[in-house]
């Protein structure tokens, strides 16, 4: 019961005995079981309606976020768009070894020139 114990509770209701008689005690027992239980009610709703008013801009953020790596993620699965010469069979490392070969400053269709 909160902050009261035993004994504040037993000096409570011998207060409340001599106060309002045993005939009116269990009435009033009564009465404030329904204040409490009221008051508990409305209490719980307001914590529950602030605790939405505070989530809703957390929940929306989470949920913009969780479809970006919704959209991330199906980008990623789907295939890339692959040159003509990968199809063909030529890879990105055999391109790459075959302009190695040809320095820069000739053409690779020029013959070398001659020493005459």
């Known amino acids: 019961m909160g902050n009261l114990g035993w004994a504040?509770?037993?000096v409570i209701v011998v207060v409340a005995l001599v106060v309002l008689g045993p005939d009116k005690l269990p009435g009033a027992a009564r009465q404030i079981g329904n204040v409490i239980r009221q008051v508990r009610r409305i209490s719980t709703g307001f914590q529950q309606?602030?605790?939405n008013a505070l989530d809703e801009p957390i929940e929306a953020e989470a949920r913009r976020r969780g479809e970006q790596a919704v959209e991330?993620?199906?980008t990623a699965?789907?295939?890339a768009n692959v040159p003509a010469s990968e199809q063909a069979g030529e890879t990105a490392g055999e391109r790459a070894n075959v302009s190695?070969?040809?320095p820069a400053s000739e053409p690779a269709s020029?013959?070398?020139p001659s020493n005459q």
């Open 110 to 112: 020029d013959p070398p």
């Open 49 to 51: 309606e602030l605790q």
């Open 8 to 10: 504040e509770v037993a």
């Open 72 to 74: 991330q993620s199906k």
């Open 100 to 102: 190695a070969n040809v």
């Open 77 to 79: 699965s789907e295939p």
